[in-house]
């Protein structure tokens, strides 16, 4: 039993891990000021749990994700949490920008 458990807690620590970043900060990639790239910042938070091409790891596939939710509905997922997510890995105009970008996926 001491096993499972032990088990458990490292699958989970390792999932949380993998979830979690996005504290670097951002490099030029010669966009125009003020210019987000929605890619460059799910990349750089989202992919460890949702895969770089959005096909899911730990976390959802979200190749198709627009088409069963809209961009407000993404945006209180990655502003509250859902699940295993945690809330908040993406703030403010970037969010926006992700939640956006993920809605056209369909």
């Known amino acids: 039993m001491k ?8 699958g989970s620590a390792v999932l949380l891990g993998a979830c979690g970043g996005g504290e ?14 929605p890619e460059e910042i799910f990349i750089g938070n989202c992919s460890g749990c949702h895969g770089d091409n959005l096909e899911g790891a730990s976390g959802p596939n979200l190749q198709e994700v627009g088409s069963r939710l809209s961009q407000d509905e993404i945006l209180n997922v990655i502003q509250q949490g859902q699940g295993s997510m945690p809330a908040g890995l993406i703030e403010g105009e970037e969010a926006e920008v992700v939640a956006e970008w993920l809605s056209e996926m369909q």
Do not use: Q
């Not at 670097?24 to 790239?37: H, I, K, N």
């Open 24 to 37: 670097e900060e951002a490099t030029d990639t010669g966009s125009s000021a003020g210019e987000m790239d």
């Open 3 to 10: 096993k499972w458990w032990l088990g458990v807690a490292l």
